[in-house]
């Protein structure tokens, strides 16, 4: 009788999971707003050496408040992140590293001096920290 | 003889007895003269701070503060990188 009960619980908790599981996929394959994916391939924005992304040159309001909540939502993300593994910074820039080499050709992002630069087939300049 | 020069290197007029010990320290070594006569009197009266044989240290005003932490740690960026490179991933819309 108890056991019966117990994996009928151990079945639905699993069901749960399954269905959480999903919803967690489903938010993670959020692509970009249609609006930012222009914004970043039209070289409006770019990505920073230090994890955030930057507004390359004067753009529209509308653009920088689209910088200012996406970056909002990267802080958010790094203090989450690296609690207990280093600092905001530090997770930020790891980040940042890895963002910059992701980017796509056409797309602009910082070189270590602070100039923004277009990513071309080739690699592009990164910080020397950078693993 | 003895006594006068013992005290007489102890720093000059911080405690009371030092003015008497140290005047009369240099009454004495102003009759034998010498260069340590000259160091004594000036502390002593305390008007030309520097001559030859004194030496005089100024401590910072500031507490020193050793500021750790400056950089950017190099091997906490490679431990980060592979959690970094999920979090992208975990995030698509916003990076």
Request: glycine share 8%; with cysteine; aromatic share 6%.
């Amino acid at each position: 009788m108890t056991k019966t009960r117990f994996s009928s619980s151990v079945a639905l908790m699993g069901a749960a999971a399954l269905v959480l599981g999903a919803a967690g996929v489903a938010v993670a394959q959020e692509a970009r707003d249609p609006a930012y994916a222009a914004a970043r391939s039209s070289g409006q924005v770019g990505e920073q050496r230090d994890g955030y992304l930057g507004v390359v040159g004067s753009q529209p309001a509308a653009v920088q408040a689209m910088v200012r909540d996406l970056n909002n939502k990267r802080r958010a993300i790094y203090t989450e992140k690296a609690a207990g593994k280093g600092t905001i910074e530090e997770y930020a820039f790891a980040t940042a590293c890895r963002l910059i080499a992701q980017t796509a050709p056409g797309e602009k992002y910082q070189a270590p001096d602070g100039s923004w630069q277009t990513r071309t087939a080739a690699a592009p300049q990164r910080d020397p920290r950078c693993p | 003889m003895i006594g006068p020069q013992l005290t007489g290197s102890d720093p000059a007029a911080t405690n009371l007895a030092m003015p008497k010990i140290a005047s009369s320290f240099a009454q004495f070594a102003a009759v034998r003269s010498g260069r340590r006569a000259v160091c004594a009197a000036t502390m002593v009266a305390g008007l030309v701070p520097m001559l030859s044989g004194c030496i005089q240290v100024t401590a910072p005003d500031k507490p020193i503060v050793i500021e750790l932490n400056v950089n950017i740690r190099q091997e906490v960026i490679y431990q980060l990188s592979a959690d970094a490179e999920k979090t992208i991933k975990d995030n698509e819309g916003v990076f």
